[in-house]
């Protein structure tokens, strides 16, 4: 399917950095893609009958910082985050590892059931996501060094769609990467377009105002906002992660809530926030 979509109108805030036409693109729904899910989204029903429904070909890499958080606390582990990445002390790494896989398994099975078969993987199955410690003072964090691609191919071409956990594969065992991080990585590897869903409608002028959404950031503005401390916390590790995503190949990269009807959304540029 392609459409074109005719629309000009202004955005209807006026705090962007600068005022400019809403974009507009043309798009095509059977286009393949990289969707990063927010564990922020905790698996909501719609969002997933939205994957589900997508007619072309998906990868997926899924987060869950509020579940990590949640078992950490429940086993009297102190949390601690560090421009946006969770530090993970090697005792906790276990735990991590855990609750992504669960998270992952639960994540297939919902998709499986909507009619889309998953397969939830960590980067540690077949080598997939191997990578390099990000900042020993940050304990087991690491960022991908490598993506083996074919891996995915192969499981594309079989009709199924992998889900990846954010683990990676050093010489000396597991890594929590950040989500972000590791889709990026994973569409820039691929050359896919990378879709980051989270829990906000995009990056904001105000995080408190929906309605001061950026439609479209340079790589510039982008430092410039998170010099600002406009952008913070764990919006700085997602668009990193879209710029690094494009650095490495993929065509482009948005950010927008998980939400129905989303993906078209973000395909027509209706919303989110495109990095280019
Ligand atoms: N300028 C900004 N615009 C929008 N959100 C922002 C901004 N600055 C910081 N944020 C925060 O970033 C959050 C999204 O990142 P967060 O890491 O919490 O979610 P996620 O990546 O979807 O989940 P997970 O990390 O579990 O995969 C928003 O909920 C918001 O609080
Ligand atoms: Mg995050």
Redesign the pocket.
């Known amino acids: 399917m392609f459409v074109r979509v005719q629309k000009t109108c202004l955005p209807n805030h006026s705090r962007t950095l600068h005022l400019r036409e809403l974009p507009v693109y043309d798009f095509d729904m059977s286009l393949s893609l990289l969707i990063k899910i927010?564990?922020?989204?905790r698996g909501a029903s719609e969002l997933l009958d939205e994957i589900a429904a997508y007619p072309g070909r998906l990868v997926l890499v899924h987060?869950?910082?509020?579940n990590i958080g949640e078992w950490l606390n429940r086993m009297g582990f102190e949390t601690h985050f560090y421009k946006?990445l969770r530090v993970t002390p090697p005792e906790q790494m276990e735990v991590v590892e855990m609750v992504l896989t669960t998270l992952g398994k639960g994540l297939a099975h919902s998709l499986t059931q909507r009619g889309r078969p998953a397969v939830a993987l960590t980067g540690r199955d077949a080598n997939l996501l191997q990578a390099n410690l990000l900042e020993p003072a940050l304990g087991r964090v690491g960022e991908v060094s490598q993506v083996n691609t074919q891996v995915l191919e192969q499981l594309l071409n079989l009709g199924l769609t992998p889900l990846i956990a954010p683990i990676g594969l050093d010489s000396q065992g597991p890594l929590n990467i950040n989500?972000?991080t590791a889709a990026g990585a994973v569409a820039g590897a691929m050359g896919l377009p990378a879709v980051f869903l989270?829990?906000?409608v995009g990056?904001?002028r105000d995080?408190k105002d929906p309605s001061s959404r950026f439609a479209e950031l340079s790589k510039g503005e982008v430092h410039t906002l998170i010099g600002q401390g406009?952008?913070?916390?764990?919006?700085i590790p997602?668009v990193e992660a879209a710029l690094g995503a494009l650095d490495k190949g993929a065509p482009w990269a948005a950010i927008a809530r998980g939400a129905r009807g989303v993906l078209e959304a973000v395909l027509s540029g209706e919303t989110g926030t495109r990095v280019a």
């Open positions: 927010g564990g922020s989204l987060g869950g910082g509020p946006g989500a972000d989270t829990d906000v990056v904001l995080p406009v952008i913070s916390g764990g919006m997602k």
